[in-house]
Antibody, heavy 122, light 112 residues
Framework: QITLKESGPTLVKPTQTLTLTCTFS??????????VGWVRQPPGKALEWLAL???????RYTPSLRSGLTITKDTSKSQVVLTMTNMDPVDTATYYC??????????????WGQGTLVTVSS | DIVMTQSPDSLAVSLGERATINCKSS????????????LVWYQQKPGQPPRLLIY???TRGSGVPDRFSGSGSGTDFTLTISSLQAEDVAVYYC?????????FGQGTKLEI
Protein backbone atom coordinates (compact mmCIF):
# COMPACT_ATOMS: atom_id res chain seq x y z
CA GLN A 1 0.00 0.00 0.00
CA ILE A 2 1.44 3.34 -1.07
CA THR A 3 0.95 6.32 1.22
CA LEU A 4 2.41 9.81 1.45
CA LYS A 5 1.97 12.32 4.23
CA GLU A 6 2.98 15.96 4.41
CA SER A 7 4.11 17.57 7.65
CA GLY A 8 5.27 21.00 8.66
CA PRO A 9 4.07 24.29 10.14
CA THR A 10 0.52 25.43 9.51
CA LEU A 11 1.40 29.09 10.03
CA VAL A 12 4.47 31.01 8.95
CA LYS A 13 5.26 34.70 9.02
CA PRO A 14 6.12 36.71 5.91
CA THR A 15 9.82 36.51 4.94
CA GLN A 16 10.26 33.28 6.93
CA THR A 17 11.43 30.00 5.40
CA LEU A 18 8.95 27.14 5.08
CA THR A 19 10.17 23.57 5.48
CA LEU A 20 7.81 20.75 4.54
CA THR A 21 8.51 17.05 4.86
CA CYS A 22 6.89 14.30 2.82
CA THR A 23 7.11 10.90 4.50
CA PHE A 24 6.13 8.01 2.29
CA SER A 25 5.78 4.24 2.41
CA UNK A 26 5.10 1.40 0.00
CA UNK A 27 7.81 2.36 -2.49
CA UNK A 28 11.46 3.35 -2.60
CA UNK A 29 12.94 6.49 -4.05
CA UNK A 30 15.94 4.44 -5.15
CA UNK A 31 13.79 2.60 -7.70
CA UNK A 32 14.40 3.59 -11.31
CA UNK A 33 11.91 6.02 -12.89
CA UNK A 34 10.32 6.97 -9.58
CA UNK A 35 10.18 10.49 -8.21
CA VAL A 36 8.44 12.57 -5.57
CA GLY A 37 7.12 16.02 -6.25
CA TRP A 38 5.31 18.94 -4.68
CA VAL A 39 2.18 20.70 -5.88
CA ARG A 40 0.32 23.52 -4.19
CA GLN A 41 -3.21 24.86 -4.39
CA PRO A 42 -4.26 28.28 -3.06
CA PRO A 43 -7.75 28.26 -1.56
CA GLY A 44 -10.33 28.00 -4.34
CA LYS A 45 -7.70 28.05 -7.07
CA ALA A 46 -5.99 25.68 -9.45
CA LEU A 47 -3.09 23.31 -8.88
CA GLU A 48 0.46 24.61 -9.32
CA TRP A 49 3.46 22.32 -9.84
CA LEU A 50 6.46 23.32 -7.71
CA ALA A 51 9.32 20.83 -7.71
CA LEU A 52 10.32 17.24 -8.34
CA UNK A 53 13.17 14.98 -7.33
CA UNK A 54 13.90 11.76 -9.21
CA UNK A 55 15.35 8.46 -8.05
CA UNK A 56 18.76 9.48 -9.43
CA UNK A 57 18.71 12.82 -7.53
CA UNK A 58 17.87 14.81 -10.65
CA UNK A 59 15.93 17.88 -9.44
CA ARG A 60 13.48 20.07 -11.30
CA TYR A 61 11.86 23.33 -10.19
CA THR A 62 9.24 25.70 -11.46
CA PRO A 63 11.20 28.67 -12.88
CA SER A 64 8.98 31.31 -11.31
CA LEU A 65 9.99 30.16 -7.81
CA ARG A 66 13.33 28.53 -8.62
CA SER A 67 15.52 30.86 -6.54
CA GLY A 68 13.50 30.19 -3.40
CA LEU A 69 12.95 26.44 -3.66
CA THR A 70 15.09 23.51 -2.61
CA ILE A 71 14.09 19.86 -2.76
CA THR A 72 16.10 17.06 -1.17
CA LYS A 73 15.61 13.39 -0.41
CA ASP A 74 16.62 11.00 2.33
CA THR A 75 16.10 7.57 0.82
CA SER A 76 16.91 5.73 4.05
CA LYS A 77 14.13 7.63 5.87
CA SER A 78 11.70 7.56 2.93
CA GLN A 79 11.41 11.32 3.09
CA VAL A 80 11.50 14.26 0.71
CA VAL A 81 11.94 17.78 2.05
CA LEU A 82 10.89 21.01 0.34
CA THR A 83 12.12 24.36 1.57
CA MET A 84 10.73 27.66 0.35
CA THR A 85 12.38 30.91 1.36
CA ASN A 86 10.98 34.39 1.77
CA MET A 87 7.38 33.31 2.21
CA ASP A 88 4.64 35.78 1.28
CA PRO A 89 0.88 35.81 1.95
CA VAL A 90 0.32 34.82 -1.71
CA ASP A 91 2.04 31.52 -0.86
CA THR A 92 -0.89 30.57 1.39
CA ALA A 93 -2.04 27.24 -0.01
CA THR A 94 -2.51 23.55 0.56
CA TYR A 95 0.78 21.83 -0.24
CA TYR A 96 0.68 18.30 -1.60
CA CYS A 97 3.42 15.78 -2.14
CA UNK A 98 2.91 12.99 -4.65
CA UNK A 99 4.72 10.03 -6.13
CA UNK A 100 5.79 10.54 -9.71
CA UNK A 101 5.92 7.55 -12.03
CA UNK A 102 6.91 7.36 -15.64
CA UNK A 103 9.68 6.78 -18.09
CA UNK A 104 12.87 8.60 -18.90
CA UNK A 105 12.86 12.05 -17.37
CA UNK A 106 9.09 12.51 -17.39
CA UNK A 107 6.54 11.28 -14.94
CA UNK A 108 2.96 11.72 -13.77
CA UNK A 109 1.64 11.80 -10.20
CA UNK A 110 -0.14 8.56 -9.37
CA UNK A 111 -0.40 8.72 -5.56
CA TRP A 112 -0.97 11.87 -3.52
CA GLY A 113 -0.79 12.83 0.11
CA GLN A 114 -3.78 14.45 1.81
CA GLY A 115 -2.09 17.84 1.75
CA THR A 116 -1.23 20.35 4.43
CA LEU A 117 -2.62 23.89 4.59
CA VAL A 118 0.04 26.52 5.13
CA THR A 119 -1.05 30.05 5.98
CA VAL A 120 1.36 32.94 5.63
CA SER A 121 0.41 35.78 7.92
CA SER A 122 1.98 38.09 10.46
CA ASP B 1 6.36 26.95 -20.19
CA ILE B 2 3.60 24.92 -21.86
CA VAL B 3 0.24 26.56 -21.22
CA MET B 4 -2.71 24.23 -20.68
CA THR B 5 -6.18 25.63 -21.37
CA GLN B 6 -9.33 23.75 -20.45
CA SER B 7 -12.85 24.31 -21.70
CA PRO B 8 -15.39 24.90 -20.46
CA ASP B 9 -14.59 26.35 -17.03
CA SER B 10 -17.77 24.78 -15.68
CA LEU B 11 -20.26 22.28 -16.96
CA ALA B 12 -23.67 21.04 -15.81
CA VAL B 13 -24.75 17.60 -17.02
CA SER B 14 -27.75 15.48 -16.12
CA LEU B 15 -27.33 12.11 -14.45
CA GLY B 16 -26.76 9.41 -17.02
CA GLU B 17 -25.75 11.87 -19.72
CA ARG B 18 -22.33 12.31 -21.34
CA ALA B 19 -19.85 14.89 -20.09
CA THR B 20 -16.99 16.15 -22.23
CA ILE B 21 -14.08 18.28 -21.07
CA ASN B 22 -11.45 19.65 -23.41
CA CYS B 23 -7.81 20.48 -22.83
CA LYS B 24 -5.50 22.28 -25.23
CA SER B 25 -1.74 22.63 -24.87
CA SER B 26 0.26 25.55 -26.27
CA UNK B 27 2.68 23.10 -27.89
CA UNK B 28 2.56 19.44 -28.73
CA UNK B 29 3.01 17.01 -25.85
CA UNK B 30 3.42 14.05 -28.18
CA UNK B 31 6.85 12.47 -27.93
CA UNK B 32 7.05 11.00 -31.40
CA UNK B 33 9.93 8.63 -30.67
CA UNK B 34 7.72 6.77 -28.19
CA UNK B 35 4.41 7.71 -29.85
CA UNK B 36 3.09 8.75 -26.44
CA UNK B 37 1.22 11.84 -25.35
CA UNK B 38 2.49 13.15 -22.02
CA LEU B 39 -0.93 14.19 -20.77
CA VAL B 40 -2.74 13.20 -17.57
CA TRP B 41 -6.22 13.86 -16.16
CA TYR B 42 -7.04 14.22 -12.48
CA GLN B 43 -10.29 14.39 -10.55
CA GLN B 44 -10.49 16.47 -7.38
CA LYS B 45 -13.43 16.41 -5.00
CA PRO B 46 -13.86 19.08 -2.30
CA GLY B 47 -11.44 18.67 0.58
CA GLN B 48 -9.59 15.84 -1.13
CA PRO B 49 -6.31 15.56 -3.03
CA PRO B 50 -6.37 15.03 -6.78
CA ARG B 51 -6.95 11.49 -7.96
CA LEU B 52 -5.29 10.07 -11.07
CA LEU B 53 -7.86 9.19 -13.75
CA ILE B 54 -6.04 8.93 -17.08
CA TYR B 55 -2.34 8.93 -18.04
CA UNK B 56 -0.57 8.81 -21.40
CA UNK B 57 -3.71 10.68 -22.54
CA UNK B 58 -5.84 7.54 -22.80
CA THR B 59 -4.79 4.90 -20.23
CA ARG B 60 -7.12 4.57 -17.26
CA GLY B 61 -5.58 4.51 -13.82
CA SER B 62 -5.99 1.63 -11.43
CA GLY B 63 -9.57 1.29 -10.20
CA VAL B 64 -10.93 4.04 -12.46
CA PRO B 65 -14.39 3.13 -13.81
CA ASP B 66 -14.58 2.50 -17.53
CA ARG B 67 -17.11 5.31 -17.99
CA PHE B 68 -14.04 7.59 -17.90
CA SER B 69 -12.06 7.77 -21.13
CA GLY B 70 -9.36 9.99 -22.55
CA SER B 71 -8.59 10.78 -26.17
CA GLY B 72 -6.63 13.15 -28.37
CA SER B 73 -3.09 13.69 -29.50
CA GLY B 74 -0.57 16.45 -30.00
CA THR B 75 -2.21 19.57 -28.61
CA ASP B 76 -5.90 18.68 -28.27
CA PHE B 77 -7.30 16.29 -25.70
CA THR B 78 -10.67 15.26 -24.32
CA LEU B 79 -11.89 13.63 -21.15
CA THR B 80 -15.25 11.94 -21.56
CA ILE B 81 -17.55 10.57 -18.88
CA SER B 82 -19.97 8.37 -20.77
CA SER B 83 -22.80 8.25 -18.22
CA LEU B 84 -22.56 10.76 -15.41
CA GLN B 85 -22.96 9.48 -11.88
CA ALA B 86 -23.60 11.60 -8.79
CA GLU B 87 -20.15 10.78 -7.42
CA ASP B 88 -18.51 12.31 -10.52
CA VAL B 89 -19.24 15.84 -9.31
CA ALA B 90 -15.75 17.31 -8.97
CA VAL B 91 -13.18 19.58 -10.54
CA TYR B 92 -11.17 17.99 -13.34
CA TYR B 93 -7.64 19.02 -14.29
CA CYS B 94 -5.41 18.14 -17.19
CA UNK B 95 -1.63 18.33 -16.81
CA UNK B 96 1.27 17.91 -19.21
CA UNK B 97 4.41 16.08 -18.19
CA UNK B 98 6.26 16.52 -21.46
CA UNK B 99 8.49 19.30 -20.12
CA UNK B 100 9.22 20.77 -16.75
CA UNK B 101 7.68 22.80 -15.31
CA UNK B 102 4.82 20.34 -15.52
CA UNK B 103 1.78 22.59 -15.95
CA PHE B 104 -1.90 22.17 -15.11
CA GLY B 105 -5.00 23.48 -16.75
CA GLN B 106 -7.17 25.89 -14.80
CA GLY B 107 -9.70 23.18 -13.98
CA THR B 108 -13.26 22.40 -15.08
CA LYS B 109 -15.99 22.22 -12.48
CA LEU B 110 -18.50 19.49 -13.26
CA GLU B 111 -21.95 19.73 -11.69
CA ILE B 112 -25.26 18.00 -12.05
Amino acid sequence: QITLKESGPTLVKPTQTLTLTCTFSGFSLSTREVGVGWVRQPPGKALEWLALIYWDDDKRYTPSLRSGLTITKDTSKSQVVLTMTNMDPVDTATYYCARCLGGGNSCYFDYWGQGTLVTVSS
Amino acid sequence: DIVMTQSPDSLAVSLGERATINCKSSQSVLYSSYNKNYLVWYQQKPGQPPRLLIYWASTRGSGVPDRFSGSGSGTDFTLTISSLQAEDVAVYYCQQYYNTPYTFGQGTKLEI
